[in-house]
């Protein structure tokens, strides 16, 4: 195996060619789409600027999450949500760009103000 062009992951074919940009606390932006386990950004062939926009955006994930007060939303929430989703998608596409060939690459939006607002 060659762990330079494959990422090991906890898939039982122990690699993966398809993963998933999606933000969540304390995590990194990537993971693989089979096994949903959270892979290491330092292994992912991408430019270090985009990782660093990667990581940057990750640490706005939850923004609209009012975390005191019982996880509700905060007033404009759905509004960051939304922004921090259209962000990721373009983060997404330019991860595509660069592994095109390598690895499937999709990206999974958050829901959370979504899902909060319809209740
Ligand atoms: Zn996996």
Same mark, same amino acid.
């Not at 693989?32 to 330092?42: H, M």
């Not at 955006?57 to 929430?77: C, F, R, S």
């Given at each position: 195996? $060659?762990?330079?062009?494959?990422? +090991?992951?906890?898939?039982? %074919? +122990? *690699?993966? #060619?398809? @993963? ?7 995590? $990194? ?18 430019? =270090?600027?985009?990782? @660093?926009? =990667? ?10 999450? $009012?975390?005191?007060?019982?996880? *509700?939303?905060?007033?404009?929430? @759905?509004? =960051? *949500?939304?922004?921090?989703?259209? !962000?990721?998608? #373009?983060?997404?596409? %330019?991860? %595509?760009? !660069?592994? *095109?060939? %390598? ?17």
């Amino acid at each position: 195996m $060659d762990s330079k062009n494959t990422i +090991r992951c906890l898939c039982k %074919q +122990r *690699e993966t #060619k398809e @993963l998933k940009v999606e933000g969540d606390v304390g995590a $990194d932006p990537i993971w693989c789409n089979r096994c949903n386990c959270n892979l290491e950004i330092d292994e992912i062939s991408i430019s =270090l600027g985009l990782k @660093l926009e =990667l990581i940057h955006w990750m640490g706005k994930y939850g923004e609209w999450i $009012d975390w005191d007060n019982d996880d *509700e939303i905060v007033p404009n929430g @759905l509004k =960051l *949500e939304d922004q921090h989703n259209k !962000q990721g998608l #373009k983060l997404t596409k %330019q991860v %595509q760009k !660069q592994l *095109e060939g %390598q690895y499937i690459v999709v990206f999974s939006p958050s829901t959370f103000a979504r899902r909060y607002a319809s209740k």
